[in-house]
């Protein structure tokens, strides 16, 4: 199985309605069908790309679908414990419907995530995105995050929203490009282990972490 091979394939995180896991080579045509089928409406520019990664979400539907596709590809064929990206396939009823991204560079010494995501047109209004951003951080924090980090462009009030509602708290802002290369105000959030445990959480569930620490730890940590 592909998860005796790369343990990162046997990671789950499940909450209510969500299953958050490495989509496999056979669903990826299927997670790049729910991008291309429009993940924000045409007259917005809501996501805001991680640093050094080109902007997918305006291209033409079969070219954001295979740039998905190639992405989930990238991310783990360039893994390193030094710098890693985990772009987590979000499922319900088994069914693709968006992507939570965890990312971190030195994370044995920070011991601080990013994230970012993206849900299909069709999920949005339904509080997914609050529900997989909550399991995310169970992951975080089980994997022995002190601090996860995100950032949204001031305008995107869904996200805003979401980042507030978990229990983040601002921390500053920063000058970052749109996709029109228009220079626009994104607003950095950040949540404490402390903070995330004094208050009480949904359920989630993390399994087969233990089995893919190493990818994220270091030997010497």
């Known amino acids: 199985m592909l998860a005796d091979a790369v343990p990162l394939y046997g990671i789950r995180i499940r909450s209510e309605r969500l299953e958050l896991r490495l989509a496999t080579p056979e669903e990826l045509p299927r997670l ?32 954001r679908a295979r740039a998905v596709v190639m992405q989930q590809f990238a ?39 990013a994230s970012s995501s993206w849900l299909t047109l069709a999920r949005h209004g339904q509080g997914l995105g609050t529900e997989m951003r909550e399991a995310m951080l169970v992951f975080a924090f089980a994997l022995g995050a002190r601090t996860a980090l995100t950032r949204s462009f001031d305008t995107n009030r869904a ?43 949904p359920p989630v569930v993390v399994t087969g972490l233990d089995d893919a620490l190493s990818y994220f730890l270091d030997a010497a940590h």
Request: neutral net charge; charged residues 25%; hydrophobic residues 40%.
């Open 32 to 63: 790049g069908a729910a991008a291309a089928a429009g993940i924000h409406a045409p007259d917005e520019r809501p996501y805001l790309a991680r640093p050094g990664q080109q902007s997918w979400v305006l291209l033409p539907p079969p070219e």
């Open 75 to 113: 991310a783990i064929g360039a893994w390193s414990s030094d710098a890693w990206v985990l772009p987590l396939g979000v499922f319900v009823d088994d069914d693709p419907v968006g992507v939570q991204v965890v990312y971190a560079k030195h994370f044995a010494v920070t011991r601080e995530v």
């Open 159 to 201: 996200a805003c929203r979401v980042s507030e509602k978990v229990g983040y708290h601002r921390d500053g802002t920063e000058i970052a490009a749109r996709e029109n290369r228009q220079a626009h105000t994104a607003q950095r959030f950040r949540i404490s282990v402390d903070q995330w445990r004094s208050r009480t959480r």
